[in-house]
C-alpha cells in the first residue's frame, strides 16, 4: 500500500467516526427515552402485609386491592390490562383513594373500569383533590356514576363488613377539599365510637399527609394515596417531593406506624404532578395488594 493509499483509508476512517458516535447517542437517547416511559407508565403490582393489632381473626388474610391516584389514564382501552391484573388478585375487597380523574372529560372513561372492578369483588371510593378542583358539579355525576356503576361511594360514612360471624367498619371521608362544613375524620370516628362501639375501623382517605390526624383521631387502618411515592425515590431516603413540594416527605410508600395506628400509601396509578406531567423516576406505577394479618401470637 501506498503512501497515498494510507492516507485515503485514514481519511474515510476519520470521516465515518462522527457518523458512528452519532449513531451511538442516537441508540443511547432511545434507549434512556423508553426506559423514562416505562419509569412513567410501566405499572407494577406490589404486594404488601399489614399487621394489624385488633384485627378480627376472621378477617385475618383479607386481601384488599388498592387504587389510587388514576388522574384519567387507561391502562389499555376500557382499562383492560388493569382490570385484568386486578382479576388475577383475586381480592376480598377493591378500595379507590382518590383522584380517579382531574379533568371532567375523563369521565368518559369511568364507566368500563367500576363496572370491571365491581364485578371482581365490592368495590369503594373516596375522593381526592383533583375530583373538588373541578367543582362539586362533577363531582355529584362522578359519584353518580361509580354508584350506578356498582362502586360504593363513601362520602363522610362508614359500613359495616362482616366475615365468619365477626366484623369490621369500613369508613370513608371526602377529601379536604370539598364543602367546608362536610363532617371531619374526627366527627365520623365519635359517630363510629356511638354506633359500633369496639370495631376494628378502616379508613380511606385521599391525604396521606394527614396520617396523624387519622391516627389521633383513633382508626385503626388507614388507606391513603395523593403523595404519588415522592415522584422521585432515592434508595435509602425515600420520596423526594412531598404533595405540598415539601421535600423528603414522610409516608410516601408502603406501610407504616403512628401509635396504634398503621397507614398504607400507593404510589397511584397515574402522573399529574411538579416537575410536569407524566414525570416519575425509580417509582413505578403501582397498583396495590395489601393482606391484613393478625401480629404473630395475637
Known amino acids: 500500500m501506498t503512501a497515498t493509499d494510507r492516507g485515503g483509508a485514514a481519511r474515510r476512517r476519520s470521516r465515518r467516526r462522527p457518523l458512528v458516535w452519532l449513531a451511538a447517542l442516537l441508540v443511547?437517547?432511545?434507549?434512556?427515552?423508553f426506559w423514562f416511559q416505562w419509569q412513567c407508565w410501566g405499572l407494577q403490582t406490589?404486594?404488601?402485609?399489614?399487621?394489624?393489632?385488633?384485627?378480627?381473626?376472621?378477617?385475618?388474610?383479607?386481601?384488599?386491592?388498592?387504587?389510587?391516584?388514576?388522574?384519567?389514564?387507561?391502562?389499555?382501552?376500557?382499562?383492560?390490562?388493569?382490570?385484568?391484573?386486578?382479576?388475577?388478585?383475586?381480592?376480598?375487597?377493591?378500595?379507590?383513594?382518590?383522584?380517579?380523574?382531574?379533568?371532567?372529560?375523563?369521565?368518559d372513561m369511568v364507566p368500563a373500569l367500576a363496572r370491571g372492578l365491581a364485578a371482581i369483588a365490592p368495590a369503594y371510593y373516596v375522593t381526592g383533590n383533583h375530583e373538588w378542583a373541578l367543582g362539586s358539579g362533577a363531582v355529584r355525576e362522578l359519584k353518580g356514576l361509580l354508584d350506578q356503576c356498582g362502586v360504593t361511594v363513601l362520602s363522610n360514612r362508614y359500613e359495616?363488613?362482616?366475615?365468619?360471624?365477626?366484623?369490621?367498619?369500613?369508613?370513608?371521608?371526602?377529601?379536604?377539599?370539598?364543602?367546608?362544613?362536610?363532617t371531619t375524620p374526627e366527627e365520623l370516628r365519635a359517630r363510629i365510637r356511638e354506633d359500633a362501639p369496639g370495631l376494628f375501623t378502616l379508613l380511606l382517605a385521599h391525604r396521606n399527609d394527614r396520617f396523624g390526624q387519622y391516627a389521633n383521631a383513633?382508626?385503626?387502618?388507614?388507606?391513603?394515596?395523593?403523595?404519588?411515592g415522592g415522584i422521585v425515590r432515592?434508595?435509602?431516603?425515600?420520596?423526594?417531593?412531598?404533595?405540598?413540594?415539601?421535600?423528603?416527605?414522610?409516608?410516601?410508600?408502603?406501610?407504616?406506624?403512628?401509635g396504634d395506628s398503621t397507614l398504607f400509601v400507593s404510589r397511584g396509578?397515574?402522573?399529574?404532578?411538579?416537575?410536569?406531567?407524566?414525570?416519575?423516576?425509580?417509582?413505578?406505577?403501582?397498583?396495590?395488594?395489601?393482606?391484613m394479618v393478625r401480629p404473630i401470637g395475637a
Open 28 to 33: 443511547l437517547a432511545a434507549g434512556g427515552w
Open 46 to 107: 406490589t404486594h404488601a402485609q399489614a399487621e394489624l393489632p385488633g384485627l378480627p381473626r376472621s378477617f385475618d388474610g383479607f386481601k384488599l386491592v388498592h387504587l389510587s391516584d388514576l388522574h384519567g389514564h387507561e391502562y389499555g382501552e376500557g382499562s383492560r390490562e388493569l382490570l385484568e391484573r386486578v382479576q388475577a388478585e383475586d381480592p376480598d375487597l377493591i378500595v379507590i383513594t382518590g383522584d380517579l380523574i382531574d379533568q371532567k372529560s375523563q369521565l
Open 160 to 182: 359495616i363488613l362482616e366475615r365468619d360471624g365477626e366484623a369490621v367498619v369500613l369508613a370513608g371521608v371526602d377529601d379536604p377539599n370539598g364543602y367546608a362544613d362536610q
Open 218 to 228: 383513633g382508626y385503626d387502618f388507614v388507606l391513603s394515596g395523593h403523595g404519588h
Open 234 to 258: 432515592l434508595p435509602f431516603f425515600g420520596g423526594l417531593i412531598g404533595a405540598d413540594r415539601r421535600l423528603f416527605p414522610p409516608w410516601t410508600s408502603g406501610v407504616y406506624t403512628a
Open 269 to 291: 396509578l397515574g402522573n399529574n404532578t411538579v416537575p410536569f406531567k407524566g414525570f416519575r423516576l425509580f417509582n413505578r406505577p403501582e397498583l396495590a395488594v395489601v393482606t
